[in-house]
């Protein structure tokens, strides 16, 4: 069974960071790109970063790019984003999610989601 | 950057009802658009890839058809647990969301 659990959420500062994990199981981690997905309380879904299986190709939205960074440990099995200079717009439920289909990209897993709430 | 869009934003509807929901893009992402379902409380849950296909375990009641800019979600019937947020989303180039379409019952 596949299964992505999230970890590292918590109450910070506005301007600190947070690193978050992402533990990988049931399924090759190391053949599979990965992303991340934040949600803000009652907002929609917003993609935040993608790392492929190689680490070789990595993207950033805007509203994030120079700040978070997007990393694997195929020998872990994890996934993680370190997030700095926190902004209170930055507070939402961050999952992380397996990017599935060769051709026709999409998100077949997703982790159960862990909280970042961001105070100034 | 690819700008999605779902109409309507919300709807009611009874059990047993058939319900579309519509995307459009601000470009065409031909076939590179897939449908989640989100209950509250829970992470997205992916019904429909490549703007047609369904992903394995969902019911059939779940249809997606479009291409180019403008896609359409199809419940055949709606059930008690289909009540829920729908979200499209575009993969031609990176990744974009749509605002999505909260289902509630009439």
């Known amino acids: 069974e596949v299964q992505l659990v999230e970890s590292g959420g918590g109450l910070v500062q506005s301007g600190g960071s947070l690193r978050l994990s992402c533990a990988a199981s049931g399924f090759t981690f190391r053949s599979f790109s990965m992303i991340w997905v934040r949600q803000a309380p009652g907002k929609g879904l917003e993609w935040l970063s993608y790392i492929s299986y190689s680490s070789d190709t990595i993207s950033y939205a805007d509203s994030v790019k120079g700040r978070f960074t997007i990393s694997r440990d195929n020998a872990q099995n994890s996934l993680y984003l370190q997030m700095n200079n926190l902004r209170d717009e930055d507070t939402a439920v961050y999952y992380c999610?397996?990017?599935?289909?060769?051709?026709?990209?999409?998100?077949?897993?997703w982790g159960q989601g862990t909280l970042v709430t961001v105070s100034s | 950057d690819i700008q999605m869009t779902q109409s309507p934003s919300s709807l009611s509807a009874s059990v047993g009802d058939r319900v579309a929901i519509t995307c459009r893009a601000s470009?065409?992402?031909?076939?590179?658009l897939n449908w989640y379902q989100q209950k509250p409380g829970k992470a997205p849950k992916l019904l429909i890839y490549g703007a047609s296909s369904l992903q394995s375990g969902v019911p059939s009641r779940f249809s997606g058809s479009g291409s180019g800019t403008e896609f359409t979600l199809t419940i055949s019937s709606l059930q008690p647990e289909d009540f829920a947020t729908y979200y499209c989303q575009q993969t031609y180039s990176l990744f974009t969301f749509g605002p999505g379409t909260k289902v509630d019952i009439k």
């Open positions: 470009q065409s992402t031909y076939t590179y």
């Open positions: 999610a397996r990017v599935g289909g060769s051709y026709l990209t999409n998100f077949d897993y």
